[in-house]
């Protein structure tokens, strides 16, 4: 299983941007798929995850409202529409899959067996 994230960028305070993970060897829709970032300076934390039935995702209480996580079974792809954006978000962001039933905390990364390489993110004010 491989992924690769994309679509970072500058973009200023206030602005939306949405980066992409594209999978393969496995298919997005049989697979728990999050969203993790690193800060400058900061450990890696949780962003938000996606179940593999239905639509059923989760989020950290500093993105909930405005990212929205979401996939296309057609490309392959998930991906994380972030809105209103802050200089707090600036970060690469990396994508993780997990192949395993849902068990466990999905906030950890150890719940994920396989990592994308990073996109990064600058929220310039």
């Known amino acids: 299983v491989q992924l690769q994230a994309s679509g970072g960028g500058l973009v200023q305070v206030g602005d939306s941007l949405r980066v992409s993970c594209v999978v393969s060897g496995r298919t997005v829709g049989s697979t728990v798929m999050g969203w993790f970032r690193q800060g400058p300076g900061k450990e890696r934390e949780f962003v938000s995850v996606?179940?593999?039935?239905?639509?059923?995702?989760y989020y950290a209480p500093s993105v909930k409202g405005r990212f929205t996580i979401s996939r296309d079974s057609s490309k392959n792809t998930v991906y994380l529409q972030m809105n209103s954006l802050k200089p707090e978000d600036t970060a690469v962001y990396y994508c993780?899959?997990?192949?395993?039933?849902?068990?466990?905390?999905?906030?950890?990364?150890?719940?994920?067996?396989?990592w994308g390489q990073g996109t990064q993110v600058t929220v310039s004010s």
């Open positions: 996606i179940k593999r039935i239905g639509d059923t995702a």
């Open positions: 993780a899959a997990r192949l395993r039933s849902w068990n466990g905390n999905y906030f950890v990364e150890d719940f994920y067996d396989y």
